[in-house]
DNA sequence: CCCTCGTTGAGAGTGATTCTCACTCTCTCC
DNA sequence: GGAGAGAGTGAGAATCACTCTCAACGAGGG
């Protein structure tokens, strides 16, 4: 662990937003003013190599966002500011055994997003 | 609905492979020849908005990919050859209320991934 | 000290997708 | 049975998020 990881690690853990690549770098930078874009990346490929951060697609899939919490957990995307939310919902093993009926895969993770509007976004 | 976005369809509903562009494209080229790249994408999208297929974001996300089929249905892919497969579970309303419980957002859809070794790719 | 080896920052490169623009096609509407 | 408008097209440039390359750095071991 090098004082840039540590940097990216800390941003990635503190946001309560999962942020993008873009948004931790400018995070990083208030504190580690010279750091380069490709050590972010590189950075955060480690982190998520390492099990410390978990990388998401959510959305669209344009671009990565990153989440400090490790532990499994879903979640809710607003489809109007696409903001994210995290829920803990219990997906009974029946459904995951549904699924692995259908095909011959050895199922052995998920991931589940739901979408809606949020309070602000509605109406 | 012009002659390319129908062969881009045709190509779409026939593939059971849920095609990248790139792979749609090189389809499509096979009875329409001259079609652009940027005719494909802009037929791609148009029949997205229409209802007529949906785009999915398996896996890292980095490529779109389309699914002609458009009854709710969900995917388990493959981690070691990134094949996708169609499943058809039944997610209890109760987990998506219980989503919904934890945070204020109107839930109206959710998108269910499993990962998991097809045959060919265990061991 | 000095060497090695992993890491860094800058900037070029990449791959998927989107934009721009000149051109064409298909409709109206005289 | 043109004329003009508007949508759609193909080619190529542009964009965007990310990854690679490479020279320089820096900590640790001998």
Chains 1, 2 share one sequence.
Do not use: K
């Amino acid at each position: 662990m090098t004082p840039q990881r540590e940097a990216v690690l800390a941003a990635v853990r503190s946001s309560r937003v999962h942020p993008s690549a873009e948004e931790i770098i400018r995070q990083v930078r208030t504190t580690s003013p010279g750091i380069g874009l490709a050590t972010v990346y590189r950075s955060l490929d480690v982190l998520v190599r390492s099990g410390r951060i978990t990388e998401l697609r959510l959305g669209d899939g344009a671009v990565a966002r990153y989440d400090g919490n490790v532990r499994r957990h879903d979640h809710v995307v607003c489809s109007g500011c696409e903001r994210v939310f995290d829920v803990e919902v219990d997906l009974p093993s029946s459904v995951v055994s549904a699924a692995g009926g259908q095909v011959d895969v050895d199922i052995d993770d998920y991931d589940l997003e739901f979408r809606g509007r949020c309070e602000r976004c509605r109406g």
